[in-house]
C-alpha cells in the first residue's frame, strides 16, 4: 500500500535552515508528480510546492517563493524540501502528497520557527 514518510523537522530560529524529506512507497514514484503541503495551528492546509514527475517542472507558492526548493530523487524515490530563510509563518506541519493518490497524507514533520 501507498506510504509517505516525512521526516527532518524541528526547532529553527528565524532566519535558519531545514531540510525535509518524504520517504515513498507502495507506487512507482517515478511516474508521479509529487508536492509539499503546511498546515498551521487553526488554518487550512496549504499547497507549499509541487514538481512533475521528471522534475523538470516546479511550482511554489508566493510565500516561499526564492526561499524553498522542492526536488526529488527518482532512484531512491524520495522527495526533499530545502527551506532556508525561514520565517515564524512558516511554522507548521509540512506534509507530502503524490498524485498517485490524491487522498493519502502521511503523518508529516512538525517544523517550528522561532523569532
Known amino acids: 500500500q501507498v506510504q509517505l514518510v516525512e521526516s527532518g523537522g524541528g526547532l529553527v530560529q528565524a532566519g535558519g535552515s531545514l531540510r525535509l524529506s518524504c520517504a515513498a512507497s507502495g507506487f512507482t514514484f517515478s511516474n508521479y508528480a509529487m508536492s509539499w503541503f503546511r498546515q498551521a495551528p487553526g488554518k487550512e492546509r496549504e499547497l507549499v510546492a509541487r514538481?512533475?514527475?521528471?522534475?523538470?517542472?516546479?511550482t511554489y507558492a508566493d510565500s516561499v517563493k526564492g526561499r524553498f526548493t522542492i526536488s526529488r530523487d527518482n532512484v531512491k524515490n524520495m522527495l526533499y524540501l530545502q527551506m532556508s530563510s525561514l520565517k515564524p509563518e512558516d511554522t507548521a506541519v509540512y506534509l507530502c502528497?503524490?498524485?498517485?493518490?490524491?487522498?493519502?497524507w502521511g503523518k508529516g514533520t512538525l517544523v517550528t520557527v522561532s523569532s
Open positions: 502528497r503524490s498524485a498517485y493518490d490524491l487522498n493519502f
Open positions: 514538481m512533475s514527475s521528471s522534475g523538470l517542472s516546479t
